[in-house]
């Protein structure tokens, strides 16, 4: 893994993301940071974040709703999405939820080192 060099854009843009639970995109990370950083582009907010994400220190949700989205909350929760307001939710573990994999048939001979689980619905100020 290279070494990144420090810079005070880099460290506004993990700062940002970890002060947040929205799982916000890049775009909203940028328009946070612009007033305090007004030489910081889009283009940067981009690159540390896939820095970033290949690193381990933050994850990507992917898409949603077309949009990638971003959670610096590495540690093993899943995802709740509100199909009518977009929320994104943390699920946290629960002590004694097993989530293993027992569905998935021996034979196939998979080496799963991670997965990830996003439940969808409607949230509760949806409902």
Known sequence: MKTRKYSRKREAI????????????????????????PDI?????????GEFRESGEIVSLGPINGVERF???????DHFICESCGAII?????????RTYPNLPT???FEVTKHHTTYYGRCIDCK
């Not at 700062?15 to 328009?31: E, Y």
């Not at 959670?71 to 929760?77: F, S």
């Open 90 to 98: 943390d699920v946290p573990n629960q002590p004694g939820c097993d």
């Open 107 to 109: 034979e196939l001979a």
């Open 41 to 49: 582009g889009i283009a940067t907010v981009y690159r540390n974040l």
């Open 71 to 77: 959670d610096a909350e590495t540690t093993r929760h």
């Open 14 to 37: 993990i700062s940002k993301l970890r002060s947040t639970k929205t799982h916000p995109t890049a775009q909203w990370i940028f328009d946070e940071l612009k007033n305090d950083h």
